[in-house]
């Protein structure tokens, strides 16, 4: 049974940084992608980015770009989201999960950590 733990979330202020870790526990398989969503008060639950975990091809949300950088260290199982230059709209529940395939919609992904809260203060 695999499982997935984010941590490193918490309250910064407009313009700080952040970096999320989400480490994978069980039997892991690398292949497919690792990916970070994020979901808002009142929100639908959004695409961040994405990792694969063999060639380390990364994918960002339009939103993310420049300031959000995805990375895996495959010998730890851990997938790694940095996040810069944060906005008071970054705010919300961040989940890693993990799709089989090569996607950004949620419902391609079939294993999903707790999630771990990212507030920005303006």
């Known amino acids: 049974q695999v499982q997935l733990v984010e941590s490193g979330g918490g309250l910064v202020q407009a313009g700080g940084s952040l970096r999320l870790s989400c480490a994978a526990s069980?039997?892991?398989?690398?292949?497919?992608?690792m990916g970070w969503f994020r979901q808002a008060p009142g929100k639908e639950r959004e695409f961040v980015a994405h990792i694969r975990w063999i060639t380390g091809i990364t994918v960002y949300a339009d939103s993310v770009k420049g300031r959000f950088t995805i990375s895996r260290d495959n010998a730890k199982n851990t997938v790694y989201l940095q996040m810069n230059s944060l906005k008071p709209e970054d705010t919300g529940v961040y989940y890693c999960?993990?799709?089989?395939?090569?996607?950004?919609?949620?419902?391609?992904?079939?294993?999903w950590g707790q999630g771990t809260q990212v507030t920005v203060s303006s």
């Open positions: 069980g039997r892991t398989v690398n292949s497919g992608v």
């Open positions: 999960a993990r799709a089989p395939g090569i996607t950004a919609a949620p419902s391609g992904y079939d294993l």
